[in-house]
């Protein structure tokens, strides 16, 4: 069955460094995008990011832009968050999912987020 | 962005009784670009509905979704036991993704 698992979480200083990762199995991963989304401590789910099935692609919400890279390694069924400059309000459970459907240039993603890890939790606190 | 508003931010309800969720857009949604979601405490969401109305593998039917433009809508049709849950409307049109502030199901 279609799996995800988040590792990385922990606690953080502001102003370091973190880096998430991802890691799927279940399916054929290298022809899915994968997305990341947050939920901070009582709050609403916020989308972070995409990439695409080939790592050719990213985008990501204006909050984190320039700060949050992600990578992925299909040989290893593994994506990657890479998030610098952490600030206390980017504390939150962190889930990677999966999009809904194998994507094809142009139209690489279908954008809603099918299957989800049970998340990793990110604290930035000093 | 299209910032996604969802009512009431709670709803209290009995089991059996059928149940409307509303979410609504700031800009017209292309096409059927509509997902819901349930979430339970502690646990990840779970994919309902995308495309405004097609439910995901293993969604009871009970669970509909109907709308366009701006105005969508969740209903079950008779709230079972297991229902209990917040529930997220997104829209998959453009990016940035956005998702509702949710609406919780209370006994």
């Known amino acids: 069955q279609v799996q995800l698992v988040e590792s990385g979480g922990g606690v953080v200083q502001p102003g370091r460094s973190l880096r998430l990762s991802c890691t799927a199995s279940g399916f054929t991963f290298s022809s899915y995008a994968v997305h990341w989304a947050r939920q901070a401590p009582g709050a609403g789910l916020e989308w972070v990011g995409v990439i695409s099935y080939d790592g050719g692609d990213m985008f990501y919400t204006d909050s984190v832009k320039g700060r949050f890279t992600l990578s992925r390694d299909n040989s290893k069924n593994t994506v990657f968050l890479q998030m610098n400059s952490l600030r206390p309000e980017d504390t939150a459970v962190y889930y990677c999912?999966?999009?809904?459907?194998?994507?094809?240039?142009?139209?690489?993603?279908?954008?809603?987020?099918?299957?989800w890890g049970r998340g990793s939790l990110v604290t930035v606190s000093s | 962005e299209i910032v996604m508003t969802q009512s009431p931010a709670t709803l209290s309800v009995s089991p059996g009784e059928r149940v409307t969720l509303s979410c609504r857009a700031s800009q017209t949604i292309r096409v059927n670009f509509l997902a819901w979601y349930q979430q339970k405490p502690g646990q990840a969401p779970r994919l309902l509905i995308h495309?405004?109305?097609t439910r995901a593998p293993g969604i009871p039917t009970r669970f509909t979704g109907s709308g366009s433009g701006t105005e969508f809508t969740l209903t079950i049709s008779s709230l079972q036991s297991e229902d209990f849950a917040t529930y997220y409307c997104q829209q998959h049109s453009d990016w940035p993704l956005t998702f509702g502030g949710g609406t919780k199901v209370e006994i």
């Open positions: 999912a999966r999009d809904g459907g194998p994507g094809t240039y142009p139209n690489w993603a279908y954008n809603w987020l099918d299957s």
């Open positions: 495309g405004i109305s």
